[in-house]
């Protein structure tokens, strides 16, 4: 399923994915990309706005072959002012599969976000006030102000990144990318797959 975009629908896409790909620039082993198709484990195909996938380590859930075979960790679509036909589907189809991530914005003046986080199989919107970062559990050290969101200070968006991705939290994610298995413990993996799952490592600052 491939949604066309206005322009102003495909200027948000370019500006958030800069960011989220800013990110990822100090992250090694994630792929992301942007209108890549996304097969789920049913054969249900969509063609999200940008999708973020972990490609190594005990985290990964999909396989990057002539598209996404299986749910990406992060997941992110545009939509326009008042219309979200769409997102009903999606929403259901990527928590039933595991997305861990969802998050659709709003075409609207401020900016306006749901962000739908994996808690228990279930997705649950996460609220965050305009003073605070919404702090991504599927991308440890991705930190977004919601205030520079609303306004679309991207600026401030990846200053906030940068900060993100120098602590502890990200440390422990590339550590799953890059080190798993390595002088680690079964237990000691089975405990960061969990601190993923739950979305203590996205909070450890």
């Known amino acids: 399923m491939f949604r066309e975009l206005d322009v102003g629908q495909s200027a948000?896409?370019?500006?958030?994915?800069?960011?989220?790909?800013?990110?990822?620039?100090f992250s090694p082993g994630l792929y992301c990309c942007i209108h890549a198709?996304?097969?789920?484990n049913d054969g249900t195909r969509f063609c999200p706005g940008i999708v973020v996938q972990v490609n190594h380590g005990p985290l990964k859930q999909c396989e990057p072959n002539d598209c996404f075979k299986?749910?990406?960790?992060?997941?992110?679509?545009v939509f326009p002012e008042g219309d979200m036909l769409d997102y009903a589907?999606?929403?259901?189809?990527?928590?039933?599969?595991?997305?861990?991530?969802?998050?659709?914005?709003?075409?609207?003046?401020?900016?306006e976000w749901i962000w739908n986080r994996l808690v228990d199989g279930k997705f649950s919107v996460i609220e965050t006030a305009d003073d605070e970062l919404i702090m991504s559990a599927a991308l440890p050290g991705l930190w977004i102000p919601s205030h520079a969101l609303k306004h679309r200070n991207w600026w401030a968006v990846m200053a906030a990144i940068e900060r993100g991705v120098s602590r502890v939290g990200h440390h422990d994610f590339m550590n799953t990318i890059w080190k798993a298995g390595k002088n680690r413990t079964q237990?000691?993996?089975r405990?960061?797959?969990?601190?993923?799952?739950?979305?203590?490592?996205?909070r450890v600052a």
């Open 12 to 25: 948000l896409l370019a500006d958030i994915a800069m960011c989220i790909n800013h990110y990822r620039l």
């Open 37 to 40: 198709t996304v097969e789920l």
């Open 70 to 77: 299986g749910p990406p960790n992060f997941v992110l679509d």
């Open 89 to 111: 589907r999606s929403h259901d189809c990527f928590e039933r599969h595991g997305v861990v991530e969802y998050v659709a914005l709003r075409l609207t003046e401020p900016v």
């Open 187 to 189: 237990e000691e993996i």
């Open 191 to 202: 405990q960061a797959i969990d601190d993923y799952r739950t979305g203590r490592m996205g």
